[in-house]
T-cell receptor
Framework: TQLLEQSPQFLSIQEGENLTVYCNSS?????LQWYRQEPGEGPVLLVT???GGEVKKLKRLTFQFGDARKDSSLHITAAQPGDTGLYLC??????????WGAGTKLIIKP | ETGVTQSPTHLIKTRGQQVTLRCSSQ?????VSWYQQALGQGPQFIFQ???????GRGNFPPRFSGLQFPNYSSELNVNALELDDSALYLC?????????????FGAGSRLTVL
């Protein structure tokens, strides 16, 4: 069974601080997606990483896919209150399904 | 292009009742996936429909069933509702049925079972 573990489960920090969220598995994924979900909304795709070792930047967000394509990280620089939300990673597994992590609930305090 | 729309947005049912949730996929998308999301948790895959046929199913009992129509819209039906069925039900559409495809989610239907 393919599993994705996200850590931390919950993170509350002050505006301006940096943070990293991790997504780990013992399984290899052909690609991995990161989503952000705000209360009352569905998840919205932030980025897809495909190649082992790939790094993608989206303004203050940096996404990295592990060399072995088993893990990924999301780093946010100078966090802002607008970054508050539930961050979800999802890996493309061996069948048609996406394997989802349980999410990291992020709160940025002004 | 229109996004994914779900209805109803909120509903309350009692244990043992049946519910039907509806989803209109994004224009041009032919695949619909349904997810159950408990509060503060990640989505749990229920099933996927591709070209009107079930194309994959998660660990949910048979009382969770679905349909996809020729226009690619979809329904999720849940019979004999249980208290634990209370959750946000998300519909996501995509072009193609590969797990690597990008999903476009609707805002969800919040079901409360009393």
């Amino acid at each position: 069974t393919q599993l994705l573990e996200q850590s931390p489960q919950f993170l509350s920090i002050q505006e301006g601080e940096n943070l990293t969220v991790y997504c780990n598995s013992s399984s290899v994924f052909s690609s991995l997606q990161w989503y952000r979900q705000e209360p009352g909304e569905g998840p919205v795709l932030l980025v897809t990483v495909v190649t082992g070792g790939e790094v993608k930047k989206l303004k203050r967000l940096t996404f990295q896919f592990g060399d072995a394509r088993k893990d990924s990280s999301l780093h946010i620089t100078a966090a802002q209150p607008g970054d508050t939300g539930l961050y979800l990673c999802a890996g493309a597994g061996s069948n048609y399904q996406l394997i989802w992590g349980a999410g990291t609930k992020l709160i940025i305090k002004p | 292009e229109t996004g994914v729309t779900q209805s109803p947005t909120h509903l309350i049912k009692t244990r043992g009742q049946q519910v039907t949730l509806r989803c209109s996929s994004q224009s041009g998308h032919n695949t619909v996936s349904w997810y159950q999301q408990a509060l503060g948790q990640g989505p749990q895959f229920i099933f996927q429909y591709y070209r009107e046929e079930e194309n994959g199913r998660g660990n949910f009992p048979p009382r969770f069933s679905g349909l996809q129509f020729p226009n690619y819209s979809s329904e999720l039906n849940v019979n004999a509702l249980e208290l634990d069925d209370s959750a946000l039900y998300l519909c996501a559409s995509s072009l193609g049925n590969s797990g690597a495809n990008v999903l476009t989610f609707g805002a969800g239907s919040r079901l409360t079972v009393l």
